[in-house]
Nanobody, 119 residues
């Protein structure tokens, strides 16, 4: 199992940047694929970014491509989401999640961190 704790959310003006961090417990962090999801009020949860176990492969939702970057440090059991050129529509609760390489769905979730983009 893995436990996840997000940090780094907050209030930022449009055009600004934030970096979200996700700290993972457990000795097998490097065996999990990681993802960042977000959920805005009244909307379904969406996958924003995902990263492979080694970090060599990433994917981004079209709405954030070119603005967000996902990365991981397996030595520190950390995964990050660098968010640049933030827009009001990026406002949401952001969740870190983990799944094994054989799983279809993400099984482990953090508690979420609020990101608000507003002037």
């Amino acid at each position: 199992q893995v436990q996840l704790v997000e940090s780094g959310g907050g209030l930022v003006q449009p055009g600004g940047s934030l970096r979200l961090s996700c700290a993972a417990s457990g000795r097998t962090f490097s065996s999990y694929r990681m993802g960042w999801f977000r959920q805005a009020p009244g909307k379904e949860r969406e996958l924003v970014a995902a990263i492979s176990t080694s970090g060599g492969s990433t994917s981004l939702a079209p709405s954030v491509k070119g603005r967000f970057t996902i990365s991981r440090d397996n030595g520190k059991n950390m995964v990050y989401l660098q968010m640049n050129s933030l827009k009001p529509e990026d406002t949401a609760v952001y969740y870190c999640a983990a799944r094994t390489v054989v799983a279809v769905e993400y099984s482990y979730w953090g508690q979420g961190t609020q990101v608000t983009v507003s002037s």
